[in-house]
Nanobody, 115 residues
Framework: QVQLVESGGGVVQPGGSLRLSCVAS????????MAWYRQAPGKQRELVAS???????DYTDSVKGRFTISRDNAKNTVYLQMNSLEPEDTAVYYC?????????WGQGTQVTVSS
């Protein structure tokens, strides 16, 4: 079992920045693919960014150049640096870990971008 706890969400003005953190416990996540998803009200959950064990990263088109995913295996933590935030980024952000058939989710952290 892997437990994931997100933090760092909040309310920010358009153009602002936030850094989300996801701390894992129960397992060492260095062998896991880690990802951030988000779900806006009335919309399906979507993949925002992912990072492999080899630190290859992928992003959904709408966040490319603005968001950066990274991992610190020594701290069992994954981060999502979000810059130039837009109102459309408003959502609950979820941390996800995957290894083969095993997949785990955090409880989510709310990000609201509003003036």
């Amino acid at each position: 079992q892997v437990q994931l706890v997100e933090s760092g969400g909040g309310v920010v003005q358009p153009g602002g920045s936030l850094r989300l953190s996801c701390v894992a416990s129960g397992r060492i996540i260095s062998s896991y693919v880690m990802a951030w998803y988000r779900q806006a009200p009335g919309k399906q959950r979507e993949l925002v960014a992912s990072i492999t064990i080899g630190t290859r990263t992928d992003y959904t088109d709408s966040v490319k150049g603005r968001f950066t995913i990274s991992r610190d295996n020594a701290k069992n933590t994954v981060y999502l640096q979000m810059n130039s935030l837009e109102p459309e980024d408003t959502a609950v952000y979820y941390c996800n870990s995957r290894l083969g058939p095993w997949e785990y989710w955090g409880q989510g952290t709310q990000v609201t971008v509003s003036s």
